[in-house]
């Protein structure tokens, strides 16, 4: 089974940075997209961002378009989040998914299973 275990989140002033990590297990990490989701009190669980099997493609939900960017590291089994120009309202758990299925490009939040446990992001005014 896939364990995947977030960690960089933190309270951070509006306008600041903060770059989330998620170690992956499992020895074809590098044949599955991979995926940024968060959740906020009281709100649906929001897709942020996706990179694919390969890491030619990635996709961003419109909210944090020109501000995050996900990358990914198979020699360390990691998937990144870099979150530039935080704003309050991007307070929330965000967690990271696995791809059910392998070679998948990533773009449809329906193509992830696998949760991790997630990272709080808090923003302050």
């Known amino acids: 089974q896939v364990q995947l275990v977030e960690s960089g989140g933190g309270l951070v002033q509006a306008g600041g940075s903060l770059r989330l990590s998620c170690a992956a297990s499992?020895?074809?990490?590098?044949?599955?997209?991979m995926a940024w989701f968060r959740q906020a009190p009281g709100k649906e669980r929001e897709f942020v961002a996706a990179?694919?099997?390969?890491?030619?493609?990635?996709y961003y939900g419109d909210s944090v378009k020109g501000r995050f960017t996900i990358s990914r590291d198979n020699a360390k089994n990691t998937v990144y989040l870099q979150m530039i120009s935080l704003k309050p309202e991007d307070t929330a758990v965000y967690s990271c998914?696995?791809?059910?299925?392998?070679?998948?490009?990533?773009?449809?939040?329906?193509?992830?299973?696998?949760w991790g446990q997630g990272t709080q992001v808090t923003v302050s005014s």
């Open positions: 499992g020895r074809t990490f590098s044949l599955y997209a």
């Open positions: 998914a696995q791809g059910r299925i392998a070679y998948n490009t990533g773009e449809s939040p329906a193509e992830f299973g696998s």
């Open positions: 990179i694919s099997w390969s890491g030619g493609n990635t």
